[in-house]
Each structure stands twice: as structure tokens, then as C-alpha cells.
């Protein structure tokens, strides 16, 4: 199994907080459509291609829906999604750290089987795909807006 791993992310918000709303990602999906105007542009496209579900995530990619659910929460500090609907097998761990009471780190790590050919050919992808989740993750609504 390969992992493509995100930087590492800083998340303006406390580790309570952050883990509360990704456990149970429906909480993002009124908060953005009630803020989208707000939101700078290459964010609003990207939160355009989200949906966020209670049980998971949906995001529109070229290949067509791609949803993740919850698999695995280990409180405060790690939350596994799975593809439930995917062409191919895969996990999306975020793992948390609390820096300080008003930060939290965070990193993603994009775990998939893929035949030996096909690593050479979308490794570079894969990577960009979990750097690019790690950053949204930054700029999700974690307090009231």
C-alpha cells in the first residue's frame, strides 16, 4: 500500500473543535453554502466540487463522485475515511496535533493499493491530491463565521 502525505498544515482553531467538526462533516456544508460569497475565489471553486455528508465526504473529480465515510475515530487525534464509492480502494487519514489551546496541526495521509505501473504514472498526482486536501483542511469553517 502507498501513502502520499500532505505538509504539515496549521489549523487556526483548538483540537476539540477541529475534531468535533471533521468527525461529523455535515457541519461544514450550511456554514459554507451560507458563507461562499465570502470566500476567495479558488476556495469557492473547491468547495464547489465538496460535499460534506454526516456520515462522510463526496468530491466531484474527473474520474466522477468520489465519496468517502467515516471509518475509524480515535479521539481527539485521528479520523480514517474510506472510499465507499471510488474506482479504486483507498483510506484518507487526518491526524491531528494540538500545538496550543488556539492551534492545531495536521497532516493527511492518502493510503491506496496501485499496481507497480500505475504508481510512476499518478505518484505525482496522488501527491498533489493529498498536499491539496491537507490545505483545504486550513481553511474549513471551524468557528462561526
Do not use: W
Amino acid at each position: 500500500m502507498e501513502t502520499y502525505k500532505s505538509d504539515i498544515n496549521r489549523i487556526n482553531c483548538n483540537i476539540g473543535t477541529v475534531f468535533a467538526k471533521l468527525s461529523n462533516p455535515s457541519i461544514f456544508q450550511e456554514q459554507i453554502e451560507k458563507n461562499l460569497d465570502r470566500m476567495p475565489d479558488d476556495a469557492r471553486e473547491n468547495m464547489s466540487k465538496v460535499k460534506f455528508e454526516p456520515d462522510g465526504i463526496s468530491i466531484e473529480s474527473p474520474m466522477g463522485p468520489l465519496k468517502m465515510a467515516i471509518q475509524e475515530v480515535v479521539e481527539p487525534n485521528k479520523i480514517v475515511f474510506g472510499a465507499a464509492q471510488s474506482p479504486v480502494a483507498f483510506n484518507l487519514i487526518i491526524n491531528l496535533t494540538e500545538v496550543d489551546e488556539e492551534n492545531t496541526d495536521s497532516e493527511t495521509h492518502l493510503q491506496l493499493d496501485l499496481p507497480l505501473m500505475l504508481r510512476a504514472m499518478v505518484g505525482g498526482k496522488l501527491k498533489d491530491a493529498a498536499k491539496m486536501f491537507g490545505e483545504m483542511l486550513t481553511k474549513l469553517p471551524y468557528k462561526e463565521l
